[in-house]
């Protein structure tokens, strides 16, 4: 069974404070993965698609790269306006749905 | 281009009542995913739908049903509502291409069970 775990469930930076979030993984033949950014109440949002290890993906303070095991999502100086729930999905080789992760939820303090 | 939408964006229904939901998929787009969410079990896969076929369906009771149309637009149906039917439900779209298959959700529909 495919399945889905993300480190740490919440985690509470200074703005300024870069971290990484964990997307620990396993498939039965990754055709990709996915990261969104979710803010309450509202639905997720794509940030990247990563298809095969060691591949990188960035955009403004956010960068994704993948193993053949984990996901990470390393946020560089992180600002209050990068708080928000991310979500990590899984979607394995053929017409299968994604699996979700249940999100770590990012709180960055002025 | 214009994202998905979702119809209504919020919802109250009283127990054993019946709830219809609208997707409208990005244009050209002719896959389209049901989730449904909740603080306790995150986003679970409901079914997803393909130029009007039904082509993955996830562990949901049969009181959860849906349907494509023609033209993309999705609905979703459930039926004898429970309690436990309170939630964010998510539709999402994609594009598939050789290289990449990524979905874009809407907004959701906030249902309440009362």
């Known amino acids: 069974e495919d399945q889905v775990t993300q480190s740490p469930e919440a985690l509470r930076l200074q703005e300024g404070e870069s971290s990484s979030l964990n997307c620990s993984y396993t498939?039965?033949?990754?055709?990709?993965l996915f990261w969104y950014r979710q803010d309450p109440g509202k639905g997720p949002e794509f940030l990247f698609t990563?298809?095969?290890a060691g591949e990188e993906k960035e955009k403004e303070r956010l960068k994704a790269t993948l193993t053949k095991k984990e996901s990470f999502l390393h946020i560089t100086a992180p600002k209050p306006e990068d708080s928000a729930t991310y979500l990590c999905?899984?979607?394995?080789?053929?017409?299968?749905?994604?699996?979700f992760g249940k999100g770590t939820r990012l709180s960055v303090i002025a | 281009k214009a994202g998905v939408t979702q119809t209504p964006r919020y919802l109250i229904k009283t127990r054993g009542q019946q709830v219809t939901l609208s997707c409208s998929p990005i244009?050209?787009?002719?896959?389209v995913s049901w989730y449904q969410q909740t603080p306790g079990q995150g986003l679970q896969f409901l079914f997803e739908y393909f130029s009007e076929t039904q082509r993955n369906k996830g562990n949901f009771p049969g009181r959860f049903s849906g349907r494509q149309f023609s033209n993309s637009r999705s609905e979703m149906n459930v039926s004898t509502l429970e309690l436990g039917d309170s939630a964010l439900y998510l539709c999402?779209?994609?594009?598939?291409?050789?290289?990449?298959?990524?979905?874009?959700f809407g907004p959701g529909t906030r249902l309440t069970v009362l």
């Open positions: 990563l298809y095969s």
């Open positions: 498939v039965s033949g990754l055709r990709g």
């Open positions: 244009s050209g787009h002719r896959s």
């Open positions: 999402a779209s994609s594009y598939r291409t050789i290289s990449t298959d990524t979905q874009y």
């Open positions: 999905a899984v979607q394995a080789s053929g017409n299968t749905p994604l699996v």
